[in-house]
């Protein structure tokens, strides 16, 4: 096979930096990227090229962050590395918002402008950031450019912005709550401020938390400070007791996923354990990108070792000797800590071989995404960890039959593995006990928009929905609340008369909503939700994978007809009616959760809240 390559050169830098991901190259670098490929690729008739595709995305990654844009000369290197024909490794690259194909300058702003920043000042702030440095793509601001974002997780502390910054030592970071002076001084070449790590849950200390006990509390660096706070204990007992009882607490405990589908986790795992292919993977899905969404990241962050004991756990318990990590690429804080954190626990024993001097050995790999909301869908999320666009699976077969590298694989969002050393440290029948039959134990939610002090919040199943917004200092000043978006984009609006809703599975799914993610986002009677709507619809235009009809004209359709809705003298009800009939053909025919849901919030807003007026 000829891989097609183009005469551009990698400059020395470039290698350096892609060496530094994939090693050196065994014979040395002659330069010629086309006699690379070839030379390799007759070892083995390429297998052992094949089976290194999953670095794909760690090196363009490599390259992305030491030049600020992925060079044709640096993409040939990388493929001839790898054996990957550019022309596929280029569609790879440009599927993802965070690598640039063309060349661009090394420090990009990124500022979100969506519905939880919204009425915390981002569209104020987006357009001071205009008057100041030019508008979105322009370098008038000096060293850099500057963009809108979709959430960046940080809600609690928006308006927020991402800045990528490119360059030997230079590290991306996050800025929240921005100012336009803030950003403006980062545009001209000034070092991004220190984001405080603290103070995402108002609730720290209290003696009634589970999964955030730690948080705020312990030190998120220093797993010494992990076990005095009952770190390892979960991994201890789970070892004692052995596989197949870790499997029963899990089944007994009834737990629920928490990244939005609520599938039992216990019945995954067993699954999974009981698949005869071998090997079996293990994977922590930490991309949380569904906007309004960002307890995992304050987990990551604040409890990173938790993370890394967790995944341990369920490594033991499904049979599997390697996890991946698959971390939203906009999260370089947790992605620092975590990889601090697995380092300190290979170096204690706690990972690697023979973990706690038994017959078990685990290994975690950390993967960065790189800006594409559907690559948390789990078999997208496998697709990208093999280094390929993020296009989601038809599905079956199950990841627990065929996942990762075609292997049984069991997949969780980090607040679910999180639970488990809750399940393993008290018992299954112990922590069914709290909650609600059907929706066990408690539940991390994301508090943010108008109340008066946003974060996450851990409650019981149960708690209702007004329950949570006291806990949260009630609306800002006092207001009257006009909406609650629940569950992120992909959830549904609900109105002031639903704050005695409970927040559970089952309470959730009687009104017709979902709680997804624990997104749990307020709006006061100021915030005009109309453009909101417009908002969610080109969220979900942009992030659609485009790989199927529906989806990807359906939320172009559906971007369009709320365009004309809030243009003067729109046709309310043929719209209203248009919008219809697509969530209608989008939830029928989308290979994916993703087009299934893009209609969900803004049909809610509309049926319910009656936000153009005449309902539908
Ligand atoms: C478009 C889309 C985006 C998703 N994003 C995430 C995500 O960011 N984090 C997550 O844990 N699950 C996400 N999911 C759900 C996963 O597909 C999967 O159900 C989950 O990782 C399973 O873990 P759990 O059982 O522990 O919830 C997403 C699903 C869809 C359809
Ligand atoms: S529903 Fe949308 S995101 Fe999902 S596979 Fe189809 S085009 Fe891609
Ligand atoms: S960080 Fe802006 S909406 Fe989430």
Redesign the pocket.
């Known amino acids: 096979m000829d891989l097609h390559f183009t005469k551009d050169e990698p400059t020395a830098d470039e290698r350096d930096a892609v060496d530094a991901v994939l090693g050196a190259p065994e014979s040395g670098w002659r330069g010629g990227a086309r006699d690379a490929g070839a030379d390799t690729r007759q070892v083995d008739g390429g297998r052992a090229l094949r089976e290194r595709r999953h670095l794909l995305l760690p090196a363009l990654h490599a390259l992305q962050g030491r030049r600020g844009w992925i060079s044709p000369g640096g993409l040939n290197y990388v493929c001839a590395r790898l054996g990957v024909p550019p022309a596929e490794a280029h569609g790879v690259a440009s599927f993802y918002a965070m690598f640039a194909t063309k060349e661009r300058p090394a420090t990009v702003v990124h500022v979100c402008d969506d519905v939880a920043c919204s009425p915390r000042g981002a569209e104020e702030l987006c357009r001071e950031l205009e008057r100041r440095c030019g508008p979105p793509g322009s370098t008038q601001g000096g060293h850099g450019t500057w963009q809108r974002s979709p959430c960046l997780g940080l809600c609690e502390r928006g308006p927020a912005a991402f800045v990528q910054q490119a360059g030997r030592g230079r590290e991306d970071a996050s800025l929240a709550p921005a100012s336009a002076d803030a950003l403006e001084a980062v545009l001209r070449g000034r070092d991004v401020p220190a984001r405080p790590g603290e103070g995402s849950v108002p609730q720290k200390g209290d003696p009634e938390l589970r999964l955030l006990a730690r948080v705020d509390v312990a030190d998120p660096g220093s797993l010494d400070d992990y076990r005095a706070h009952g770190g390892y204990r979960a991994l201890r007992r789970a070892l004692h007791v052995g596989a197949a009882e870790v499997l029963r607490e899990l089944h007994d405990s009834r737990l629920a ?7 039992p ?1 216990g019945v ?1 795992w067993k699954a999974v354990a009981e698949a005869p292919a071998r090997p079996h993977y293990l994977i922590c ?1 930490a ?4 906007p309004g ?1 960002f307890k ?1 990241r304050v987990l990551m962050e604040q409890d990173p070792f938790a993370v890394v004991e967790a995944m341990t756990i369920a490594g033991f318990a499904v049979g599997a000797e390697r996890g991946f990590l698959y971390v939203r690429g906009e999260y370089p804080e947790a992605t620092r800590r975590l990889a601090h954190a697995i380092a300190e626990a290979r170096q204690r024993g706690f990972l690697g071989p023979n973990i706690l001097e038994r017959d078990f050995s685990f290994e975690i790999d950390i993967r960065r995404g790189a800006g594409a ?2 690559c ?3 078999t997208a999320l496998m697709e990208s960890i093999e280094g390929r666009r993020g296009e989601p699976r038809n599905k079956p077969p199950f990841p627990v039959h065929v996942g990762l590298f075609g292997k049984p694989t069991a ?4 607040e ?2 999180v639970n488990v050393l809750e399940v393993i440290a008290h018992g299954g029948e112990a922590y069914a006990g709290r909650g609600t039959p059907a929706s066990t134990g408690t539940k991390l939610f994301c508090l943010s928009g108008c109340v008066e002090r946003p974060g996450v919040y851990e409650v019981h199943f149960g708690a209702t929905l007004g329950e949570l917004v006291a806990l949260g200092g009630g609306v800002r000043g006092g207001r009257p609340l006009q909406a609650v978006l629940l569950g992120g984009a ?1 959830g549904a609006f609900v109105g002031a008369a639903d704050l005695d809703m409970p927040l559970t599975l089952e309470g959730a799914r009687e009104r017709g909503a979902t709680l997804g ?1 624990g997104v749990v986002l307020v709006f006061d009677d100021t915030v005009d939700l109309k453009p909101l709507l417009a908002r969610i619809a080109a969220f979900f235009r942009d992030e659609s994978c485009g790989q199927c009809v529906p989806c990807r004209v359906g939320t172009v359709r559906q971007e369009e007809a709320l365009a004309r809705l809030l243009a003067p003298g729109a046709d309310v009800l043929k719209e209203q009616a248009l919008l219809a009939e697509l969530e209608q053909v989008m939830k029928d025919a989308s290979i ?3 087009g299934q ?1 893009a209609s969900g919030a803004i049909q809610s807003a509309i049926r319910r809240l009656g936000v153009f007026g005449g309902r539908a």
């Open positions: 996923g928490r990244g939005g589908a609520a599938f986790a995954k899905n991309d949380e990108s569904e969404t995992d909301y559907i948390g869908e789990e997949i969780n969002n980090v679910t593995l992909a993610s994916c959760g993703l849901t």
